[in-house]
């Protein structure tokens, strides 16, 4: 079983839908986060959580919500979509020290038309 | 602020062959690196990192990169290639002066052709 678990993998929907990503994971870690995946333009970070009560905005979170339900589980919403959020969303945990590398679920591909 | 650039959109190499990904970033303080792997319809796979020490460091699946703090770069290296290495490479620095936050470049997709 996957270490860390995102639903749906794949999602098309229309504009002005709300739309929820899912996450969770099995590793134990506090840290959490949300990136964005376009090409070439690498990972950007949306949303991060150091623990249930600590959530914190990343480089691009206009347009985002997230929920930090317990220590496995972070959710990422997008309140009401629009055609330039479709992208390949990416679920991440990592541990408490700076240099463990972060994990990575399999990815959402989300499409908004 | 951090960056990361990686000046290479694409590099192919024969089966067979060394195989170098360039990898180049900026930072205010002591930076973390790291080699993340991406294949088709997967997430990112963690390959290898450099925190201190060697300037040499080994990973997964045969991989290396060479640590060089005079030229800020961190290239990714193998020294020879399968097909099966073909795939999207991301180089990722971590200030740790600056928040611990990680910060991705745009990515290099690697052809190892037979």
């Known amino acids: 079983d996957a270490d860390v678990t995102q639903t749906p993998r794949n999602r098309i929907t229309k504009t002005g839908k709300r739309i929820m990503l899912e996450c969770s994971q099995t590793?134990?870690?506090?840290?959490m986060y949300w990136y964005r995946q376009d090409p070439g333009l690498g990972l950007r970070l949306i949303y991060y959580?150091?623990?249930?009560?600590?959530?914190n905005k990343g480089e691009i979170s206009d347009g985002y919500s997230v929920s930090r339900q317990a220590q496995a589980k972070f959710s990422l919403s997008l309140e009401s979509a629009i055609p330039n959020q479709t992208a390949l969303y990416f679920c991440?945990?990592?541990?408490?020290?700076?240099?463990?590398?972060?994990?990575f679920g399999d990815g959402t591909r989300l499409s908004i038309l | 602020a951090q960056s990361v650039a990686q000046p290479e959109d694409q590099v192919n190499v024969a089966e067979g062959n060394p195989l170098t990904v360039k990898c180049t970033y900026s930072?205010?303080?002591?930076?973390?690196l790291f080699w993340y792997v991406q294949y088709p319809n997967r997430g990112l796979q963690f390959l290898l990192k450099y925190i201190t020490g060697d300037n040499l460091v080994k990973g997964s699946y045969g991989f290396e990169a060479e640590f060089n703090k005079s030229q800020t770069s961190f290239h990714l290296k193998k020294p020879s290639a399968l097909v099966s290495d073909s795939a999207l490479y991301f180089c990722?620095?971590?200030?740790?002066?600056?928040?611990?936050?990680?910060?991705f470049g745009g990515g290099t997709r690697l052809m190892v052709k037979p």
């Open positions: 990722a620095v971590r200030d740790y002066d600056a928040g611990n936050m990680l910060t």
């Open positions: 590793k134990g870690h506090d840290r």
């Open positions: 930072v205010s303080g002591n930076p973390y």
């Open positions: 959580s150091f623990d249930v009560k600590d959530i």
């Open positions: 991440a945990t990592s541990g408490g020290q700076a240099y463990q590398p972060q994990h």
